[in-house]
């Protein structure tokens, strides 16, 4: 009798076991249709478009499913509501310090003509020509702390590692906003009808950052997964 | 004496009262964070509908795979000033090239006209190959150097500065070659893109009219 009981118990925890890998398989499944039918949705028009894998930590420009550039992630945060996933479109982004074109007005008092629009091969000139310091707008100057606001009301700061809060002043302003002013507005405070949802993206380089802020335009479509 | 002890006392309130908010802040942020993300079982799929769900999902990837442009193809990045040369995803040369500088060019005068020097994003098809190119200088190019426009179209023309090859992609815009080798990898341009020789000549051979050029 304790034999079949025995027998019985272990049947059940063997069927049990078996049972997980299946539901996780239907699970991926169904999440991998999602993400497709997304994705497809998108891909179809010419346009680029983002897709962030939260799990996979990368963000990645793609065009008609291809992926164009894709950008590992050193490290996240968050606070918030973390139902962000879906389809996105990109509605404001912002920095401190966001890059000004370079005007030239050919006949006034302005520098004279963009040496970068006809740049001499006579004149002397640094040995390395990434070293000329042209009149353009170039990845360079692209900043490398900047946040995006998507239509879901996902708010999405972009760093590089080493673009961290300058001085004591702003690493306690940073802390204060992180550790104290962002938990307390999620408990209290919503953003009109939708709930707070903050996240933080952390590259390594500066220049992934800094080419995320050049491809990423107003209105660009994604996917966040 | 008195009032400074309850004075003390009150601010020790506050101080605890307002740690035990940002406790219960902190409560409320973990609480929301350990839902995410769903759990694996997820939306269950039923059984009998796993088939037609495995189904679904092999059509979206063929879908998918379907969008990729066909042959040989260019995509630009204009960041990193790169150029690829692509076929399905093989990339089968690269290329350092020139992009747009940015700049805005303002003219002087009543008419207020202003260009705006940025290589255009998106995706492209070759329009035109043309061997041994020359230039038709637009307007700007005189404003920029401060000439007076001239209405012959015969005063406009300069050989020699576009190169061997050019490769049209719509609204005036071409890749071609440049006499500025060593600018090549910063963005200087007025909106083409420029290209060394060799890659050039490389990338004229291998891409047919109607290749897909995506910029970005």
Known sequence: MKKAALFTVLMAAVLAAAAVPEAAGKASLAKKQSSLNSEYALAKDPGFYFVLDVLGRKLE?????????????????????PDFSGNVELVRKTTLKAPLRIVIKPGSEEPAPAPAAQPSPAKSAPANPAEYDLEALELKDMPKRFSLDF???????????????????????????????LPLKNLFGRRGDKALSELELIFDGDKDAQAIYWHFFDGIKGVIL | MSIKRILIAVAALLYLGFLAVLGGAYYFGLKQAAAWPPKE???????????????????????????????????????????????????LRTAVVSCGSGVVLEEPGGKKRSWVF?????????????????????????????????RDVEDRIESGTLGDYALGFGEGFFIHGTLYTRLLGRNVTHGCVRVGDEDLKAVFKAVPLGAKIYIY
Request: charge should be positive; aromatic fraction near 10%.
């Open chain 2, 41 to 91: 079982a997820g939306p269950g799929i039923p059984d009998k509908e796993r088939p037609k769900v495995e189904r679904n999902v092999q059509q979206l990837e063929r879908r998918m795979a379907g969008l990729l442009p066909k042959g040989v193809y260019i995509v630009i990045d204009t960041a990193e000033n790169r150029l690829y040369l692509k076929n399905a995803q093989d990339v």
């Open chain 1, 61 to 81: 420009l793609r065009v008609r499913g291809m992926v164009l550039r894709s950008w590992p992630l050193q490290s996240m945060r968050f606070w918030g509501q």
């Open chain 1, 151 to 181: 239509d879901n009301g996902l708010h999405v700061t972009i760093r590089s590692k080493a673009a961290g809060s300058s001085g004591t002043f702003g690493a306690l302003r940073d802390a204060w906003r992180w550790y104290v002013a």
């Open chain 2, 118 to 150: 940025d290589t255009p994003r998106g995706e492209f098809t070759v329009k035109s190959k043309i061997t041994n190119p020359y230039w038709v200088k637009p307007d700007w190019a005189f404003i920029e150097e401060g000439e007076a426009i001239p």
